[in-house]
């Protein structure tokens, strides 16, 4: 006779938050919420955290967030201080010449609490920087390589269902609150049917490699937006010491996907100073389309949505993940109120909502769709506008100041946990 194995046993793991994503947003996130004794499963389809080339730039405002769970030391440490400002530079083609800069140096010493443009560091590193405060939290746990299949939510007092696939079949969770912190292409955000409304450019393919090349010994600064109708990038730090650069640009669409390698060289022909030929060593490339969407609600019930799951906007101006952190700091702030100090959950979350959905509706949508064109469009109303701001960072010694005061605004905490907690 077959001996035959014993059924699987259903069991469900359960937790008071469970996040979809460990990339920043959701870790942080996690970092925050278990920093207060909040148990917390994070689950992710990948076996690590994400490697590939993305963010770059965490500016002040973040760097406030940051410095609240005791991360902002070792985020300074890691990586590099741009003590600098930002460079714009037409492309080494057309002579590299410098357009105009935002001078950090300029601004007065202790006028500004951050008196640096950023910390540059990977967003993979960065990631990996906060897992490790999170297992050094007992109420945090992370399980890798479990996707994120469904969800069934049966009332307000019932906790939520999840399954997941993970390597070894099928596994179920339930929780109280559920976050879905897991990229544009968000599965929680699409397993509720939310539409995600917007646009795609379709202009430009977005390509975002990363290079080891001596552009410092060549005049660069730790970030250079390079300004051009065709040639236009970004060129800036990852990190501290031998770390890659990243050169980000666009391609047109009408390129095929076949011919990327063979673009990407063509592109730095015109964009990297220094003699030629080029010596460089190209770590990595990635094309992407970039997006400017935000999804019509951020919460059904329990389940709510943070950084790119809920918005996604094209990566000039490093405004992307820095919205994303913020969510992830107000979202943290409500669920402490909620599941410490037993507060209403709808009124919070709602208002969560509310306040974070208007922010990139109103400041980072815009802002970054206007840093974008700044650096390509040929429309006059925008090369007026872009002559005017480069004028100004030339012939205007309080702009540097004022720049660096806005770059230092702390965000108005409406959700903030009284010190008791």
């Not at 990948?46 to 993305?54: G, Q």
């Not at 460089?280 to 919460?299: D, G, I, M």
Request: charged fraction near 25%.
């Amino acid at each position: 006779m077959t001996d035959v194995p014993p059924q699987d046993k259903i069991e469900y793991e359960h937790a008071s938050v469970l996040i979809v994503g460990a990339g920043p947003v959701g870790l942080f996130l996690a970092l925050k919420s278990a920093q207060k004794g909040i148990d917390v499963i994070v689950i992710d389809s990948e076996p690590h955290v994400l490697k590939s080339p993305r963010a770059t730039t965490y500016m002040p405002i973040v760097l406030n967030e940051m410095e609240k769970v005791g991360l902002v030391d070792d985020l300074v440490m890691a990586g590099h201080t741009n003590r600098e400002g930002i460079s714009f530079r037409k492309p080494n083609a057309k002579g590299g010449e410098v357009l105009g800069a935002l001078m950090m140096a300029a601004i007065p010493k202790g006028a500004v609490k951050y008196d640096f443009a950023g910390i540059h560091l990977g967003q993979q590193a960065v990631g990996e920087l906060i897992l490790k405060h999170c297992e050094a939290q007992k109420s945090f746990r992370v399980m890798w390589q479990h996707r994120f299949v469904g969800l069934k939510q049966p009332g307000e007092t019932k906790p939520i269902e999840i399954v997941a696939a993970g390597p070894t079949g099928e596994k179920f969770f339930t929780c109280d609150y559920l976050v879905g912190a897991d990229g544009a292409g968000s599965s929680v955000r699409r397993a509720l049917c939310i539409p995600f409304e917007g646009f795609t450019w379709n202009d430009f393919r977005f390509v975002a490699s990363n290079v080891r090349y001596d552009f410092e010994k060549y005049g660069f600064t730790t970030a250079n937006m390079i300004v051009d109708e065709e040639d236009w990038a970004v060129i800036a730090r990852t990190g501290s010491g031998d770390d890659p650069w990243r050169v980000a640009f666009g391609m047109r669409t009408d390129i095929p996907m076949s011919d990327l390698m063979e673009h990407v060289k063509e592109k730095y022909e015109r964009l990297l100073p220094g003699p030629r030929p080029l010596e460089y060593e190209l770590v990595s490339a990635n094309p992407y389309w970039a997006h400017q969407r935000v999804a019509r609600t951020w919460k059904v019930g329990r389940v709510v949505l943070a950084g790119d799951a809920a918005h996604s906007n094209n990566p000039i101006g490093g405004l992307g993940l820095t919205t994303g952190f913020l969510d992830a700091a107000a979202l943290g702030n409500c669920l402490i109120r909620i599941l410490t100090l037993s507060e209403k959950p709808d009124t919070l979350l709602s208002r969560y909502e509310s306040v974070r959905r208007a922010a990139w509706v109103n400041y980072t949508d815009k802002a970054s769709t206007d840093f974008k064109l700044r650096l390509h469009s040929i429309d006059p109303k925008i090369v007026a506008a872009r002559e005017g701001f480069f004028k100004a960072l030339n012939d205007d010694p309080e702009i540097h100041h004022k720049t660096a005061t806005m770059m230092n605004e702390q965000v108005e905490d409406m959700f903030e946990i009284p010190s008791s907690v």
